[in-house]
């Protein structure tokens, strides 16, 4: 696989997940329960997590 394929498929698959966590953060906010603040932790920590992966390559 090319450098410049695999770099274009690593950006897609993060802003996905990005995506993702954005969107179960936004959708759980409105309800109000313990289960609904761990699903929004977990998105956090999933961000977080994506945030510290870019920071490490280009450090």
Do not use: F, P
Not at 19 to 43: D, F, P, Q, S, Y
């Amino acid at each position: 696989m090319k450098d410049s394929t695999r770099t274009a498929l690593l950006v897609g698959v993060r802003t996905l997940v990005a995506a993702a966590c954005v969107a179960l953060v936004v959708v759980e906010r409105k309800t109000i329960g313990w289960g609904h603040l761990g699903i929004m932790l977990l998105a956090l920590a999933g961000l977080m997590a994506l945030l510290a992966s870019y920071n490490r390559r280009y450090q």
